[in-house]
């Protein structure tokens, strides 16, 4: 027969299962009894809505059968089942499912790494087997299929024979190794072991012979062994036990099973509602982002359940998207089994339920941030930008929700402060919230825009995300003082306030300031001279809302926009600098052309813009030189 090659990618996957060393081996019974579960969901939904099938609940289990002397294993459901094609899809190929994702050749080399953190669904048989062979009869088909496979160097699919829909998982067991015996996947106590520790909560019955002792017959003493097929697990949801029962092991486990992610949950918060619409739900807030979850790929929302029937996969509408991490599930006795998309979306209920929802995570995470600051730190840094992304996306409208989870990076503190702790600390003098926009801390650190207001001890916000600047935009203010960037227009410093001095100062240097203007031509605004400089000679600063970081991120998206913020150049009077400029205006119009030339260029290096004649600059600082 033909044998069919592997695609690249699952290769590459099942050579790292087929050698694999990790420890923990016995998750491919979870993974493949995840998989069973799922199909059976598949086929029970329909048979409830379908009234014209006949099922009945016995109908659907998971068994598992041993066959010690062959050292066979197999796991077998009476799920939905799968067409030649779907095997071929399914499993020829890495899940399309994207549970597993290469970022490079080096990540191979970190198996621990890669089974830890996505999983690897059904190819973690491998693990564990020499040859695995799945036979299969999809519903709706008369014809069933084996697909085979004894490792990297392909696979091959045959029509078979099988009685009723569903699928066998069958496990041709390894040879024991000195490091790994696989023997004890046929025992009955340990594979008792393992479902009971990671598939408790599977809702269909996980059946296996097991062997049992009774007295003989016609003896008072005399026992004999008999075996009788026995359901291993509770089958009661996770969701439906009492709290105290359950341990954070449970929770871990039940993260795992349900694929949610392949770290280790924060928090979880487990409720239930009592009332018009009645609902039981396990969230989870997770410690690390999903390879994907920043990509356009990334799908967010919670399983639904009627009265213990998944009915959607990921129901978008009971989370928003800046909890759009969040995973976990809700179950409803009061919603339709057959209650489609399109109604959910106006579904009122469903609404209150959302925002039920909401105001749980919310509470949560300020619960977190309160009492575990370092966990939410963690937090903050896989998940803070969709938080600010949500403050910005609905133009401010869910800042209430949202403002007290900030978290910017401090002057001050020299770490990452909410904008509470910012506000409680100002001086009262203080009129605006400062911050300044950069790509490093290091950067904005030496920004000469800033000078001034450390000189006056004032904090100041760092904002190295691009997104930073937008959502604060949106937010405007926070407990009424409002943002400003320390390169915006004003300050509200009083030694802002134009003295009789400054006046003069300016009506001095009229000219110069026009001149330069000229010289510099669109590029700029106006010249100015400066009063938040201390040591630099000159700055870039804006005026109006849109500032020069802005206009840099602007610069970058797809779209050809002219987006230009109002720039203007402050020039340091005190700066000895400023005497050889108006020396030169006087004497030397070149020199002074040149003069404005580097002063301007220089101001556009220290905001990390490029040069628009790098040449022609280094020309010029030759030419002084
Ligand atoms: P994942 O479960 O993450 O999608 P897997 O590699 O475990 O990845 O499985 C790939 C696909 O194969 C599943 O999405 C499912 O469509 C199909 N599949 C696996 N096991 C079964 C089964 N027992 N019955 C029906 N379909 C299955």
Not at 40 to 60: A, N, P, Q, R, T
Not at 148 to 170: K, N, P
Not at 369 to 388: A, D, V, W
Not at 514 to 530: A, C, N, T, W
């Amino acid at each position: 027969m033909e044998k069919k090659e592997f695609r690249a990618e699952s290769k590459r996957l099942l050579d790292l299962m087929i050698n694999s060393i990790y420890t923990h081996k016995e998750i491919f019974l979870r993974e493949l009894i995840s998989n069973a579960s799922d199909a059976i969901d598949k086929l029970y939904y329909k048979s409830l809505v379908d009234k014209d099938m006949d099922f009945s609940k016995e109908d659907f289990y998971i068994s598992i059968t041993r066959d010690t002397d062959d050292r066979v294993l197999t796991v077998t459901d009476t799920g939905i089942g799968m067409t030649r094609e779907e095997l071929e899809e399914n499993l020829g190929v890495i899940a399309k499912s994207g549970s597993f994702a290469f970022k490079n050749e080096n990540e191979l080399t970190e198996e621990v790494d890669i089974i830890g953190q996505f999983g690897v669904g059904f190819y973690s048989a491998f693990m564990v087997a020499d040859k695995v062979t799945v036979v299969s009869k999809a519903f709706g088909h008369d014809k069933a299929y084996k697909w085979e496979s004894s490792g990297a160097d392909g696979y091959t699919i045959e029509e078979c024979h099988r009685e009723d829909v569903g699928t066998d998982i069958i496990l041709k067991l390894k040879e024991n190794i000195e490091e790994e015996n696989y023997d004890r996947f046929l025992e009955e106590y340990e594979l008792r072991r393992i479902i009971k520790k990671y598939s408790d909560f599977i809702r269909y019955p996980i059946k296996m012979m097991v062997t049992k002792s009774r007295l003989k017959d016609g003896t008072e003493n005399e026992y004999e062994d008999y075996t009788q097929e026995e359901t291993i697990n509770s089958m009661v949801p996770i969701w439906r036990r009492n709290k105290n029962e359950l341990t954070e092991e449970d929770y871990e486990n039940f993260y795992q099973e349900k694929r949610y992610g392949f770290d280790k949950p924060l928090r979880t918060i487990h409720f239930s509602v009592d009332g018009m619409m009645s609902y039981r739900s396990i969230l989870y807030i997770p410690s690390k982002a999903p390879y994907d979850f920043y990509t356009k790929e990334y799908e967010k929302g919670l399983e639904l359940y009627s009265s213990g029937v998944l009915i959607m996969d990921k129901c978008s509408e009971l989370l928003p998207d800046y909890f759009s991490f969040v995973k976990g599930v809700v179950d409803s006795e009061d919603l339709s089994l057959n209650i489609s998309r399109e109604v959910l979306q106006h579904d009122r209920q469903l609404r209150l339920m959302g925002k039920k929802i909401e105001e749980k995570i919310k509470d949560e995470l300020k619960d977190l941030l309160e009492n575990e600051r370092e966990k939410y730190e963690e937090f903050y840094k896989s998940f803070g930008n969709q938080l600010k992304f949500g403050v910005y996306k609905d133009f401010g409208m869910n800042r209430q929700a949202l403002e007290d989870l900030l978290m910017f990076y401090s002057s001050k503190e020299g770490k990452l402060v909410t904008l509470e702790e910012y506000f409680n600390r100002m001086p009262e003098e203080q009129k605006y919230i400062y911050y300044a926009s950069g790509d490093s801390i290091d950067r904005i650190d030496k920004l000469p825009q800033t000078e001034l207001l450390k000189d006056k001890g004032y904090e100041i916000l760092y904002f190295t995300d691009e997104i930073d600047e937008f959502s604060i935009k949106m937010l405007m203010n926070f407990k009424e003082k409002e943002f400003r960037s320390v390169s915006g227009g004003d300050l509200g410093l009083d030694s802002e306030e134009k003295t009789d001095e400054d006046r003069e100062e300016i009506e001095d240097n009229k000219e110069l300031f026009s001149s330069m203007k000229e010289i510099l031509g669109d590029r700029i605004k106006e010249v100015r001279p400066s009063k938040r400089l201390k040591n630099h000679p000159v700055c870039l600063t804006s005026d109006g809302d849109l500032s020069i970081e802005m206009e840099k991120i602007l610069k970058n998206l797809p779209n050809d926009a002219e987006i230009k913020a109002d720039k203007i150049l402050e020039i340091n009077m005190g700066h000895e600098i400023s005497h050889k400029l108006k020396d030169a205006f006087e004497k030397d119009k070149e020199k002074f052309k040149l003069y404005t030339d580097i002063l301007y260029n220089q101001a556009l290096l220290i905001e990390g813009l490029p040069l628009e004649d790098p040449v022609a600059f280094a020309d010029n600082i030759s030419k002084l030189m």
